[in-house]
């Protein structure tokens, strides 16, 4: 296991720290601080993937970010699988497992790549042109082999056992990156007291410097300084530097979301530890230092293994102490090349030949390299590439004509320039504004509170960059309002032998128009130049279209490579400015996101709050099946000896009619109504009239919304003068009070009155049945609960069980029935109470399913289950309960529309089915005549159905067109084995006279 | 007669504590929802014992008793000692409401030194000192439940929540807690 191309004399990692991993179950050694590209170059691997569309064999481009070629599978465990991790910024830990993709059976022999051949086939637009006819084909045949085809990587098929946590962090400044100019502008800020957060992608701060082993700060190398600065930093009270993190998206309001990778690094996680974190930060300032990117060059056969940037062998030289070949070429268009091809050289590796674009390059690079006995072949082009798995040969020749020659290298490093990392300047919808001078484009016009600062903002020189750090980091200090005065701008002497230019950008000579040259410009999503091209020629004039249509820039590197070469050839296609064609957008996230960081901690139990009453404990002790309402679990029904759900409900009907049956009632919601005008906001906000309803008594009340629909229902009890305790349904408790305050603050605001959700102060347990008043009585203090004073729909204050009590009077099954409420802590050991007393009386606990059934015997309505939103109290046969005498309440005027004052509106009736087994089913249509043709007309449907025990048959309440007419008329219910025949009869099944409630 | 009912709290019997966090429901308190119009906050005021404060953010804090700021007519009143709050304030004749809502609510005390990042893990708000000091209070979020957070120390706070969300503000808590 040994690593042929780490060399002894250059890097900094430690030769001690070595470290085993395997790539597509090949065993290598590596050293800990590599990373899974470094480890793999070491090894003198470059072949590490497949491309997407030609499967054609790809190497390492870059070292970080910005890698769009060495996609890797990384296998942790059969539940840790992770597709599409650029091996480039995965560090190496020892057992790392590492697949390749994108390829079949090997990665070395991949039948795909065929699809290279076919090459001519698949160009630009090749998805939209081809797979339009026959239609039929569409779905059976092109979506599946598409889709078979499409995307990269394999996805995991197991639930994702990791941990990710989330944090909300505020600070005065934020700096995104940690180079120098990051490091320079923290330093400043934090210096002059200023909250800072600093984030950096990498495991180490220094950014550049990484490379740049000609740089000089403060008098120490560059990366010496930076390392130095990063503890210093780290060591501030009021600085959080955040490492292996990832500033990725620039939101409204100078809010910037965060990814920092925890685990990700390590070889053997703790379980318990979130493998990421997700930081949602809120800056007063933000400082973008996120550097720049370099370019490749777009030529012939530009993709093969061994092909690279320039600045990215240099990192493997400097950092990771690894040659990226033996014997090396160099193809470029700028000066930045020049210092690899002098490191390269320096530290023993072949410089085959130095190829530069421009006709007489010049300056301190230029005469170092020919010093050191490099070949420059200025104005020279790199005209094609040779060598199956990894290039082997490199073609040469002169711009302006002249004899080609064939060069010997086993890699090939390029630079055509560096792009400003402007992606989270234009994502805080910055204006970004071209350079015409240095043909790039830069950040313009600001809309929030931001500066850029280094490569990003276009300073291309080390001392500069460093400079407008310190001064931004400071200035956005003070404007964060930090009023430290001792702020004292750090002085940083900075320098460096580098100076990085824009080069040039577009195709390069040999892939030029007309040329059939695989020449790539997005290597992920495999974009050539001629695509580009090619759509221009196809009538895409907006840049927008030019992506869409070729998909350059639209894979998951989002084009940080390639979308200035593309636009660039698209210029020249169109003959117009760089800046008239336009820039594509930039969108969040700069690289890939997991799901798993933006969804946190909601998973499993936290993903919803799930809300239990305080008997919940023991409903479930006594086996209730429960049911969700919303956010609560309430118990559905109490299987005993083995009952289904059908014989539960049964029984439990049953024994409330014959005995009683206790149930919890707790999520009702319930709202306080105190003050002067309680009942003349009560009057505005229900159909009902309150003024004259006594203290003491009880009133089922209509809410309506403007439009005269039904809202929200329920009992409303009175206290006092001033004092209302009203009761909503258990789903409408936020949304009715909402409604209610809405109303009063903007409506009614001078009222004297307030609204205060009591919900959850009282349980509320309900005692229903003939045996009600025997059960609770034993339990009451201070109430007289005979017929005489406290009859049904009246309220009282006292004592249940010792503990202070709001106790109603009031059904809704028809039967006697009490609800007693007290305190919530209370509740369970009153209900226990309850539940003992109700034991001598043979009770039984009942739940939502025979509150239900009980309920829909009587004909009373559940709100949202037999109104729909379009039902008035009129329809719902609840016209009673407007005030007729009421001058305004919300939904008055509603209730006068013409629509609604209409003949033959869905009316709510009782329906029974010829058959007293047959149960409908619930949301089943209703016609007038079964043998009408297809499609026949609905007059209504079934909203509530059930099997009633008491009945001794099926019952059902629906909406039916001017149902009230229609009693005795014989309906039908068409279902899939035939039509059911029903009749329409009153919607109240059982004790109609309503006898029971004194019974 | 039949024998005085038991209290029995939400969050019975839970509690966590690891490195520099503690998370420990707080006993049973009585607790009041007061509204009322800035001309009857003297009466009131005096009524309660402590000046109800008129300030976003801010709480009054007397021996066991606190009246925390909720917006411009509404202060959550909390008495430790379980007094009566509902019958200090039915002798005001002052224009008010009060509700009682110590049942309602429920509380969780969050302490040690790193407090404040666990509650950072899901209350956007911003809890350092210099924001968020020593009596500090606010209705604010934690995951997907509201909360009323008051600081009662340097490293300590009071979570205020409905009962039967505190099951899921301490879950998320602990979550958080354990992440160190």
Known sequence: MTQPFRLPTAGRLDAAGTVSFTFDGKAHAGLAGDTLASALLANGVHLVGRSFKYHRPRGILSAGAEEPNALVGIHRDPARKTPNVRATVQELYDGLAAVSQNRWPSLAFDVGALNDLGAPFFSAGFYYKTFMWPRAAWERLYEPVIRRAAGLGTAPDQPDPDRYSNRFAHCDVLVVGGGAAGLAAALAASEAGARVILADEQAEPGGSLRFEDGAFIDGKPGWEWAQQTAAQLAARDNVRLLTRTTGFGYYAQNMLGLVECLTDHLAAPDPEAPRERLWQVRAKRVVLATGAIERHMVFPDNDRPGIMLASAARAYLNHFGVAVGRRVAVYTADDSAYAAAIDLKEKGVEIAALVDLRPAPQGAHVDEARALGIEVLAGHAVTGTEGRLRVHRVNVAPVNGGAPRRIEADALVTSSGWTPAVHLFSQSRGKLAFNEATQRFLPGQYVQDAVSVGAGNGTTGLGEAIAEALQAGGKAAKEAGVSKARAKVPNLEAGSTERWSSGMAGAAPGAEAGRKAMAFVDFQNDVTAKDIRQAVQEGMRSIEHVKRFTTTGMATDQGKTSNLHALTIASEMLGKPIPEVGLTTFRPPYTPVTFGALVGHGRGALFEPTRRTPIHAWAEAHGAVFEDVGQWKRAWYFPSGGEDMHAAVARECRTVRQSAGIFDASTLGKIEVVGPDAARFMELMYTNPWQKLAVGRCRYGIMLREDGFIYDDGVVGRLAEDRFHVTTTTGGAPRVLHHMEDYLQTEFPDLKVWLTSTSEQWATIAVQGPKSRDIVAPLVEGIDLSDEAMPHMSVREGRVCGVPARLFRISFTGERGFEINVPADYGLSVWEAVWAEGGKHGACAYGTETMHVLRAEKGFIIVGQDTDGTVTPDDAGLAWAIGRKKTDFVGIRGLKRPDLTAPGRRQLVGLKTFDPKTVLEEGAQIVADPNQPVPMKMIGFVTSSYWSENCGRSIALALVENGSHRMGERLHVPMEDGAIEVEVVPTVFFDEKGERTNG | ?180
Not at chain 2, 80 to 85: G, I, K, Y
Not at chain 2, 91 to 119: C, P, Q, W, Y
Request: glycine share 6%; aromatic share 6%; proline share 6%.
């Open chain 2, 1 to 180: 007669m039949a024998e005085i009912a038991r209290r029995m709290s939400a969050l019975e019997g839970r509690a966590y504590e690891g490195p520099g966090i503690a998370l420990t429901p707080d006993p049973p308190a009585s607790r009041l929802s007061l509204r009322a119009p800035e001309a009857s906050l003297s009466a009131l005021s005096k009524a309660l014992g402590l000046t109800l404060p008129d300030k976003p953010k801010t709480a009054a804090a007397d021996g066991s008793r606190a009246a925390l700021w909720l917006g411009p007519d509404e202060w959550l009143v909390i008495d430790e000692e379980c007094a009566d709050l509902a019958a200090l304030c039915a002798s005001v004749s002052a224009l008010h409401s009060a509700v009682d809502i110590s049942h309602r609510n429920t509380a969780i005390l969050v302490t040690g030194e790193r407090a404040e990042d666990v509650l950072g893990a899901g209350c956007p708000q911003d809890l350092s000192p210099t924001r968020f000091p020593v009596g500090a209070a606010s209705r604010t979020v934690f995951g997907k439940a509201e909360i009323v957070l008051w600081r009662i120390g340097e490293e300590a706070f009071r979570i205020e929540c409905w009962r039967s969300f505190s099951d899921y503000v301490f879950s998320l808590l602990e979550k958080a807690a354990r992440e160190a």
